[in-house]
């Protein structure tokens, strides 16, 4: 029979993808851990793991034997955790991936009230899956989520505005309309916004469409922001990531009437019956902050 410790020790190897790390995290031997996972092969006829002299990585049957490990690791958690002290502390480490570093601030008053959290933090603007990124909670803004085999919670919704500093609209002119944008440099969000057509959509649902050749591309809201602040020309940005800027009048918000979209952000994970007290305590936090993106 197939003991289950020897299955969590695989799902380490898995997460850690290297029997050194996987064997320090459990306080074993390396030759112990490669020996456990080569009886599990064997024992499930199975090759589990690609093994190189420099790399090590999951097969398919690997990957959806991790999956089940960790699966049954989750729930032993979870069963552990109901049993403990209701007033228990929310401890432990978050593997978060978020779309922008605007949000630095409230995780870090996150932090200072549960000081025995961690965070692990992956910032991509890409869709990055969930299981392949070991994330325990994506942050995504979207008007339509693309997997249906995850759990969602909206936290709130930001505005999407068109920006420039007036120090470069000193110097192109003022817009007043959408064919004004042509004049300008386009700084576009790859990812998002694409690098053909400039979309427009006004609080009323109403779409207008310009082809446009950005003069950047990037791939990050970040970076999208720090070209623009650089005079180099207009974006289209999130609202939650322009307020200090905004208010102080260091970037200046053009078309209003024509660009107003309201976009929901959520936190999306994989299955809410077995999220840790630190998961849950995260996303209630970030729902009591709705307010912070807009």
């Not at 007036?166 to 309309?177: A, F, R, W």
């Not at 005079?231 to 970037?251: C, T, V, W």
């Not at 929901?264 to 970030?286: C, D, H, N, S």
Request: hydrophobic share 40%; charged share 25%.
């Amino acid at each position: 029979m197939i003991s289950l410790d020897d299955m969590m020790v695989f799902a380490k190897v898995a997460e850690r993808q290297s029997f050194t790390q996987a064997a320090d995290d459990l306080g074993i031997g390396k030759a112990r851990v490669s020996q456990i996972v080569s009886k599990l092969e064997l024992s499930l006829n199975t090759r589990l793991l690609h093994r190189t002299t420099r790399s090590l990585s999951l097969t398919d049957a690997g990957l959806r034997y991790y999956e089940k490990c960790k699966l049954i690791g989750d729930i032993a958690s979870e069963a552990n955790a109901e049993t403990q002290d209701a007033n228990q502390i929310p401890s432990g480490t978050i593997r978060l991936s978020t779309p922008t570093s605007a949000l630095v601030e409230i995780l870090s008053e996150f932090l200072h009230l549960y000081p025995e959290i961690k965070l692990d933090i992956i910032e991509s603007d890409s869709y990055s899956n969930l299981i392949e990124s070991r994330c325990d909670i994506a942050l995504r803004a979207s008007s339509a989520l693309e997997d249906s085999s995850l759990y969602a919670v909206k936290l709130g919704c930001f505005r999407d505005m068109i920006c420039a500093t007036p120090t470069y609209l000193s110097k192109v002119g003022t817009v007043s309309k959408p064919e004004d944008l042509l004049q300008l440099d386009w700084i576009t969000h790859h990812i998002v916004h694409g690098d053909k057509q400039l979309m427009m959509t006004d609080s009323q649902g109403n779409v207008t469409r310009i082809a446009h050749s950005p003069k950047v591309r990037v791939r990050t809201a970040a970076t999208v922001k720090a070209f623009v602040l650089n005079h180099l020309g207009f974006a289209i940005m999130p609202s939650f990531m322009m307020k200090e800027e905004l208010a102080r009048g260091d970037l200046v918000r053009l078309l209003p009437d024509v660009h107003d979209l309201e976009i929901p952000i959520y936190a999306v994970y994989q299955e809410k019956a077995l999220m840790p007290l630190r998961v849950r305590t995260l996303i209630e936090f970030l729902k009591q902050k709705a307010n912070a993106f807009y």
